[in-house]
Protein backbone atom coordinates (compact mmCIF):
# COMPACT_ATOMS: atom_id res chain seq x y z
CA UNK A 1 0.00 0.00 0.00
CA UNK A 2 0.93 3.38 -0.58
CA UNK A 3 2.27 4.97 2.31
CA UNK A 4 -0.06 8.20 3.08
CA UNK A 5 -2.93 5.69 2.37
CA UNK A 6 -1.53 3.31 4.89
CA UNK A 7 -0.86 6.22 7.44
CA UNK A 8 -4.20 6.91 6.81
CA UNK A 9 -6.02 3.37 7.24
CA UNK A 10 -3.97 2.96 10.79
CA UNK A 11 -5.06 6.09 11.52
CA UNK A 12 -8.80 5.47 10.50
CA UNK A 13 -8.83 1.79 12.18
CA UNK A 14 -7.41 3.88 15.75
CA UNK A 15 -10.19 5.67 15.55
CA UNK A 16 -12.46 2.56 15.02
CA UNK A 17 -14.86 4.85 12.92
CA UNK A 18 -17.49 3.67 11.02
CA UNK A 19 -18.04 6.81 9.27
CA UNK A 20 -16.01 9.89 8.83
CA UNK A 21 -17.87 13.14 8.82
CA UNK A 22 -17.75 16.17 9.91
CA UNK A 23 -19.18 17.45 13.26
CA UNK A 24 -21.70 19.85 12.97
CA UNK A 25 -19.60 22.82 14.42
CA UNK A 26 -17.31 22.51 12.19
CA UNK A 27 -17.27 25.14 9.28
CA UNK A 28 -16.22 22.35 6.84
CA UNK A 29 -19.72 21.30 7.45
CA UNK A 30 -20.95 24.72 5.34
CA UNK A 31 -19.02 22.48 2.11
CA UNK A 32 -20.77 20.63 -0.40
CA UNK A 33 -21.45 17.25 0.79
CA UNK A 34 -19.64 13.93 -0.98
CA UNK A 35 -20.69 10.81 -0.07
CA UNK A 36 -18.34 7.45 -0.31
CA UNK A 37 -19.53 4.24 0.54
CA UNK A 38 -16.75 1.64 0.64
CA UNK A 39 -17.90 -2.16 1.57
CA UNK A 40 -15.41 -2.14 5.06
CA UNK A 41 -11.99 -1.61 6.20
CA UNK A 42 -10.56 -5.13 6.21
CA UNK A 43 -9.01 -5.12 2.45
CA UNK A 44 -6.24 -2.78 2.98
CA UNK A 45 -5.91 -1.92 -0.53
CA UNK A 46 -9.24 -1.05 -1.11
CA UNK A 47 -9.59 0.66 2.16
CA UNK A 48 -6.47 2.91 1.27
CA UNK A 49 -8.54 3.88 -2.06
CA UNK A 50 -11.70 5.12 -0.42
CA UNK A 51 -9.56 7.18 2.16
CA UNK A 52 -7.32 8.79 -0.67
CA UNK A 53 -10.92 9.51 -1.68
CA UNK A 54 -11.28 10.94 1.23
CA UNK A 55 -8.17 13.25 1.43
CA UNK A 56 -8.17 14.18 -2.37
CA UNK A 57 -11.91 15.73 -2.40
CA UNK A 58 -10.99 16.93 0.81
CA UNK A 59 -8.53 19.15 -0.60
CA UNK A 60 -10.70 19.87 -3.91
CA UNK A 61 -13.01 21.73 -1.42
CA UNK A 62 -15.85 18.96 -0.46
CA UNK A 63 -17.06 17.93 2.85
CA UNK A 64 -16.22 13.84 2.17
CA UNK A 65 -18.67 11.41 4.17
CA UNK A 66 -16.57 8.52 4.44
CA UNK A 67 -18.69 5.32 5.56
CA UNK A 68 -17.61 1.49 5.57
CA UNK A 69 -20.70 -0.71 5.81
CA UNK A 70 -18.61 -3.79 7.34
CA UNK A 71 -20.03 -5.62 4.67
CA UNK A 72 -23.58 -5.45 5.49
CA UNK A 73 -25.77 -4.77 2.48
CA UNK A 74 -28.64 -2.93 5.21
CA UNK A 75 -25.82 -0.99 6.67
CA UNK A 76 -24.49 -0.02 3.18
CA UNK A 77 -28.62 0.94 2.13
CA UNK A 78 -28.72 3.04 4.91
CA UNK A 79 -25.61 4.83 4.21
CA UNK A 80 -26.64 5.26 0.79
CA UNK A 81 -30.06 6.59 1.74
CA UNK A 82 -28.77 9.10 3.93
CA UNK A 83 -26.15 10.75 1.38
CA UNK A 84 -29.32 11.05 -1.12
CA UNK A 85 -31.52 12.46 2.01
CA UNK A 86 -28.84 15.06 2.75
CA UNK A 87 -28.04 16.27 -0.74
CA UNK A 88 -24.89 14.84 -1.63
CA UNK A 89 -23.28 16.61 -4.74
CA UNK A 90 -21.68 13.00 -6.11
CA UNK A 91 -21.84 9.92 -4.58
CA UNK A 92 -19.09 6.93 -5.02
CA UNK A 93 -19.90 3.43 -4.07
CA UNK A 94 -17.97 0.13 -4.00
CA UNK A 95 -21.06 -2.06 -3.25
CA UNK A 96 -21.40 -4.77 -0.84
CA UNK A 97 -23.80 -6.32 -3.43
CA UNK A 98 -23.81 -5.01 -7.18
CA UNK A 99 -27.63 -5.90 -7.45
CA UNK A 100 -29.13 -4.66 -3.95
CA UNK A 101 -29.34 -0.90 -4.39
CA UNK A 102 -31.56 -0.01 -7.67
CA UNK A 103 -34.43 1.95 -6.21
CA UNK A 104 -31.99 4.25 -4.26
CA UNK A 105 -29.77 4.80 -7.00
CA UNK A 106 -33.04 5.74 -8.66
CA UNK A 107 -33.72 7.91 -6.26
CA UNK A 108 -30.31 9.66 -6.49
CA UNK A 109 -31.01 9.93 -10.25
CA UNK A 110 -33.94 11.90 -9.57
CA UNK A 111 -32.58 13.97 -7.45
CA UNK A 112 -29.88 15.03 -9.90
CA UNK A 113 -26.89 13.38 -7.73
CA UNK A 114 -24.53 11.99 -10.23
CA UNK A 115 -23.16 8.16 -8.99
CA UNK A 116 -19.97 7.02 -9.50
CA UNK A 117 -19.34 3.11 -9.66
CA UNK A 118 -15.88 2.43 -8.11
CA UNK A 119 -14.37 -1.50 -8.96
CA UNK A 120 -17.71 -3.02 -8.38
CA UNK A 121 -20.62 -1.46 -10.87
CA UNK A 122 -24.15 -1.18 -9.40
CA UNK A 123 -26.35 -2.69 -11.10
CA UNK A 124 -30.19 -2.88 -12.18
CA UNK A 125 -30.36 1.06 -11.95
CA UNK A 126 -29.89 3.55 -14.36
CA UNK A 127 -28.76 5.43 -11.76
CA UNK A 128 -25.27 4.98 -12.11
CA UNK A 129 -23.53 8.38 -14.02
CA UNK A 130 -19.84 7.14 -14.26
CA UNK A 131 -17.42 4.28 -13.65
CA UNK A 132 -13.97 3.49 -12.30
CA UNK A 133 -12.17 0.68 -12.28
CA UNK A 134 -9.08 -1.52 -13.80
CA UNK A 135 -10.00 -1.87 -17.09
CA UNK A 136 -10.87 -5.84 -16.56
CA UNK A 137 -11.00 -6.85 -20.30
CA UNK A 138 -7.77 -5.78 -20.84
CA UNK A 139 -6.36 -7.57 -17.92
CA UNK A 140 -8.38 -10.59 -18.63
CA UNK A 141 -6.47 -10.50 -22.79
CA UNK A 142 -2.37 -9.41 -20.82
CA UNK A 143 -3.27 -13.00 -18.78
CA UNK A 144 -3.60 -14.37 -21.90
CA UNK A 145 -1.32 -12.71 -23.86
CA UNK A 146 1.55 -13.38 -21.16
CA UNK A 147 0.69 -16.63 -21.03
CA UNK A 148 1.13 -17.46 -24.57
CA UNK A 149 4.35 -15.65 -24.29
CA UNK A 150 5.96 -17.44 -21.29
CA UNK A 151 4.93 -20.96 -22.97
CA UNK A 152 6.79 -19.89 -26.39
CA UNK A 153 9.72 -18.37 -24.59
CA UNK A 154 10.30 -21.54 -23.07
CA UNK A 155 9.95 -23.67 -26.31
CA UNK A 156 6.84 -25.67 -24.73
CA UNK A 157 5.80 -27.71 -27.67
CA UNK A 158 2.32 -26.90 -28.81
CA UNK A 159 -0.47 -27.21 -29.24
CA UNK A 160 -0.63 -26.12 -25.16
CA UNK A 161 -3.25 -27.37 -23.44
CA UNK A 162 -4.85 -24.35 -21.04
CA UNK A 163 -7.54 -24.47 -18.90
CA UNK A 164 -9.46 -21.30 -17.74
CA UNK A 165 -11.54 -20.21 -14.24
CA UNK A 166 -13.18 -17.21 -13.61
CA UNK A 167 -14.58 -15.12 -10.50
CA UNK A 168 -17.60 -14.81 -9.06
CA UNK A 169 -20.46 -13.45 -11.04
CA UNK A 170 -20.68 -10.66 -7.87
CA UNK A 171 -18.08 -8.70 -9.51
CA UNK A 172 -18.89 -7.43 -12.72
CA UNK A 173 -15.13 -7.94 -13.87
CA UNK A 174 -15.14 -11.71 -13.77
CA UNK A 175 -16.89 -11.88 -16.68
CA UNK A 176 -14.97 -9.11 -18.39
CA UNK A 177 -11.85 -10.50 -17.62
CA UNK A 178 -13.00 -14.13 -19.08
CA UNK A 179 -14.23 -12.69 -22.07
CA UNK A 180 -10.60 -10.56 -22.32
CA UNK A 181 -8.85 -13.85 -22.37
CA UNK A 182 -11.23 -15.76 -24.40
CA UNK A 183 -10.67 -12.96 -26.71
CA UNK A 184 -7.16 -12.75 -26.85
CA UNK A 185 -7.10 -16.91 -27.66
CA UNK A 186 -9.30 -17.26 -29.91
CA UNK A 187 -7.07 -16.97 -32.68
CA UNK A 188 -4.58 -19.62 -31.47
CA UNK A 189 -8.17 -21.60 -30.54
CA UNK A 190 -8.77 -21.42 -34.00
CA UNK A 191 -5.60 -22.50 -35.95
CA UNK A 192 -4.84 -25.28 -33.07
CA UNK A 193 -2.15 -23.62 -31.07
CA UNK A 194 -4.01 -23.58 -28.08
CA UNK A 195 -6.33 -26.72 -26.95
CA UNK A 196 -9.01 -26.43 -23.73
CA UNK A 197 -8.82 -30.35 -22.36
CA UNK A 198 -12.28 -29.61 -21.13
CA UNK A 199 -13.81 -27.71 -23.57
CA UNK A 200 -15.56 -25.51 -21.17
CA UNK A 201 -15.53 -22.03 -21.70
CA UNK A 202 -19.11 -20.67 -20.45
CA UNK A 203 -18.95 -18.75 -17.76
CA UNK A 204 -21.07 -20.69 -15.69
CA UNK A 205 -19.08 -23.84 -15.64
CA UNK A 206 -15.61 -21.92 -15.37
CA UNK A 207 -17.01 -19.76 -12.31
CA UNK A 208 -15.31 -19.93 -9.05
CA UNK A 209 -18.11 -19.20 -6.54
CA UNK A 210 -16.99 -16.89 -3.68
CA UNK A 211 -13.59 -16.49 -5.01
CA UNK A 212 -12.84 -19.83 -3.28
CA UNK A 213 -9.59 -21.05 -3.37
CA UNK A 214 -10.55 -24.50 -2.55
CA UNK A 215 -13.77 -24.87 -4.93
CA UNK A 216 -11.15 -23.57 -8.01
CA UNK A 217 -8.77 -26.80 -6.87
CA UNK A 218 -12.10 -28.84 -6.59
CA UNK A 219 -13.02 -28.08 -10.15
CA UNK A 220 -9.04 -28.54 -11.24
CA UNK A 221 -9.20 -32.48 -9.50
CA UNK A 222 -12.44 -33.27 -11.47
CA UNK A 223 -10.59 -31.98 -15.02
CA UNK A 224 -7.60 -33.92 -13.90
CA UNK A 225 -9.58 -37.10 -13.61
CA UNK A 226 -11.13 -36.77 -16.86
CA UNK A 227 -7.96 -36.12 -19.03
CA UNK A 228 -7.34 -38.11 -22.29
CA UNK A 229 -3.47 -39.91 -22.56
CA UNK A 230 -2.40 -36.85 -24.93
CA UNK A 231 -3.65 -34.17 -22.36
CA UNK A 232 -0.49 -32.57 -20.43
CA UNK A 233 -1.74 -29.00 -18.98
CA UNK A 234 0.05 -26.41 -19.79
CA UNK A 235 -1.00 -23.13 -18.80
CA UNK A 236 -3.88 -21.76 -16.14
CA UNK A 237 -5.42 -18.44 -16.00
CA UNK A 238 -6.91 -17.65 -12.71
CA UNK A 239 -9.02 -14.91 -11.68
CA UNK A 240 -7.20 -13.71 -8.36
CA UNK A 241 -3.79 -14.27 -7.18
CA UNK A 242 -5.24 -16.38 -4.54
CA UNK A 243 -6.73 -19.18 -6.57
CA UNK A 244 -3.71 -19.23 -8.86
CA UNK A 245 -1.30 -19.58 -5.78
CA UNK A 246 -3.87 -22.69 -4.46
CA UNK A 247 -3.39 -24.14 -8.38
CA UNK A 248 0.07 -23.69 -9.07
CA UNK A 249 0.72 -25.72 -5.16
CA UNK A 250 -1.95 -28.09 -5.70
CA UNK A 251 -0.20 -28.71 -9.26
CA UNK A 252 3.08 -28.67 -8.15
CA UNK A 253 2.75 -31.30 -5.47
CA UNK A 254 0.60 -33.59 -7.80
CA UNK A 255 4.49 -34.30 -9.15
CA UNK A 256 4.00 -33.56 -13.03
CA UNK A 257 5.62 -31.03 -14.77
CA UNK A 258 3.70 -28.00 -13.30
CA UNK A 259 1.98 -25.32 -16.11
CA UNK A 260 2.01 -21.67 -15.89
CA UNK A 261 0.23 -20.42 -13.64
CA UNK A 262 -0.93 -16.58 -14.44
CA UNK A 263 -3.06 -14.80 -11.14
CA UNK A 264 -4.19 -11.28 -10.71
CA UNK A 265 -3.54 -8.37 -8.40
CA UNK A 266 0.14 -8.93 -7.18
CA UNK A 267 -0.68 -9.81 -3.78
CA UNK A 268 2.17 -10.27 -1.45
CA UNK A 269 2.36 -14.26 -1.08
CA UNK A 270 2.01 -14.36 -5.05
CA UNK A 271 4.92 -12.11 -5.00
CA UNK A 272 6.94 -14.59 -3.13
CA UNK A 273 5.44 -16.92 -5.23
CA UNK A 274 6.36 -15.77 -8.88
CA UNK A 275 10.03 -14.79 -7.31
CA UNK A 276 10.36 -18.63 -6.40
CA UNK A 277 9.09 -19.71 -9.69
CA UNK A 278 5.59 -21.53 -8.01
CA UNK A 279 3.42 -19.18 -9.85
CA UNK A 280 4.55 -17.64 -12.89
CA UNK A 281 2.74 -14.39 -13.17
CA UNK A 282 0.06 -11.84 -11.91
CA UNK A 283 -1.20 -8.77 -13.58
CA UNK A 284 -1.36 -5.55 -11.43
CA UNK A 285 -2.89 -1.71 -12.02
CA UNK A 286 -2.14 0.64 -9.35
CA UNK A 287 -5.23 1.30 -7.93
CA UNK A 288 -4.10 4.28 -5.71
CA UNK A 289 -3.64 6.42 -8.85
CA UNK A 290 -6.83 5.34 -10.24
CA UNK A 291 -8.04 7.17 -7.19
CA UNK A 292 -6.88 9.66 -7.39
CA UNK A 293 -7.73 10.28 -11.17
CA UNK A 294 -11.34 9.21 -9.36
CA UNK A 295 -11.27 12.03 -6.69
CA UNK A 296 -10.31 14.65 -9.86
CA UNK A 297 -13.65 12.82 -11.96
CA UNK A 298 -16.00 12.95 -8.58
CA UNK A 299 -14.89 16.64 -8.27
CA UNK A 300 -16.12 17.82 -11.84
CA UNK A 301 -19.39 16.23 -11.34
CA UNK A 302 -20.16 17.54 -8.09
CA UNK A 303 -19.27 20.83 -9.37
CA UNK A 304 -21.70 20.37 -12.76
CA UNK A 305 -19.29 19.83 -14.94
CA UNK A 306 -19.03 17.25 -17.99
CA UNK A 307 -15.82 15.33 -16.56
CA UNK A 308 -15.02 14.14 -20.66
CA UNK A 309 -14.37 10.38 -20.30
CA UNK A 310 -14.14 8.74 -23.59
CA UNK A 311 -14.19 5.28 -22.52
CA UNK A 312 -17.01 3.26 -21.46
CA UNK A 313 -17.71 0.08 -19.70
CA UNK A 314 -20.37 -2.47 -20.15
CA UNK A 315 -23.06 -2.72 -17.82
CA UNK A 316 -24.19 -6.43 -18.16
CA UNK A 317 -27.69 -6.94 -15.95
CA UNK A 318 -28.40 -9.96 -18.17
CA UNK A 319 -30.07 -12.98 -15.98
CA UNK A 320 -31.18 -10.80 -13.02
CA UNK A 321 -34.68 -12.08 -12.40
CA UNK A 322 -36.29 -8.75 -11.28
CA UNK A 323 -35.11 -7.35 -15.11
CA UNK A 324 -36.20 -10.28 -16.97
CA UNK A 325 -38.76 -8.55 -18.59
CA UNK A 326 -36.98 -6.06 -20.06
CA UNK A 327 -35.96 -5.83 -23.82
CA UNK A 328 -32.54 -7.53 -24.54
CA UNK A 329 -31.59 -4.15 -25.87
CA UNK A 330 -32.08 -2.45 -22.87
CA UNK A 331 -30.41 -4.86 -20.55
CA UNK A 332 -26.84 -4.15 -21.32
CA UNK A 333 -25.68 -0.49 -21.40
CA UNK A 334 -22.43 1.48 -21.75
CA UNK A 335 -21.33 3.13 -19.04
CA UNK A 336 -18.94 6.28 -19.49
CA UNK A 337 -15.64 4.94 -18.02
CA UNK A 338 -12.40 5.40 -16.10
CA UNK A 339 -10.27 2.74 -16.56
CA UNK A 340 -6.74 2.03 -15.20
CA UNK A 341 -4.53 -0.41 -17.64
CA UNK A 342 -3.25 -3.33 -16.11
CA UNK A 343 0.65 -4.41 -16.43
CA UNK A 344 1.90 -8.09 -16.21
CA UNK A 345 4.48 -9.18 -13.70
CA UNK A 346 6.50 -11.85 -13.46
CA UNK A 347 9.57 -12.91 -11.88
CA UNK A 348 11.99 -10.76 -13.98
CA UNK A 349 9.98 -7.58 -12.92
CA UNK A 350 7.67 -7.93 -9.98
CA UNK A 351 9.86 -7.31 -6.96
CA UNK A 352 10.89 -4.21 -8.33
CA UNK A 353 7.49 -2.95 -9.90
CA UNK A 354 5.85 -3.16 -6.35
CA UNK A 355 8.15 -1.21 -4.72
CA UNK A 356 8.02 1.40 -7.31
CA UNK A 357 3.95 1.32 -6.78
CA UNK A 358 4.49 1.21 -2.66
CA UNK A 359 2.65 -1.94 -2.19
CA UNK A 360 5.26 -2.98 0.01
CA UNK A 361 8.16 -2.74 2.09
CA UNK A 362 11.36 -4.35 0.95
CA UNK A 363 11.86 -5.88 4.12
CA UNK A 364 8.44 -7.92 3.30
CA UNK A 365 10.02 -9.13 0.45
CA UNK A 366 12.34 -10.50 1.68
CA UNK A 367 15.99 -11.15 -0.13
Not at 119 to 144: C, I, K, N, W, Y
Not at 321 to 347: C, F, N, S
Request: net charge negative; glycine share 8%.
Amino acid sequence: MHKLAASLLAAAVALGATACSAPANDPGSDLPLVGVSFPNKNDARSAGDGLLLQEKLTEAGFRVELRWAGDDVPVQYRDLEWMVDNGAKAIVVMPVDARAYPDVLDRAEEAGIPVVGYQRMPLLSDGLTQFAAVDAHAEGALQARTLVEGLRERGVPQPWDVELFAGDRVEMASKDMLRGALDELYPLLMDGTVRIPSMETDFDSLEVARFDPDFAVKRLERLAATETADTELEGVIAPTDAIARALAAHLEASGSRPPLVVGSGAELESVHMITEGVQYATTFADTHVLAERTAEMVAELASGRDPGLTQTALRDDDGQPDREDTPEEELDQHVPALLATPVALDKDTVRQAVLDAGLYEPAQLGG
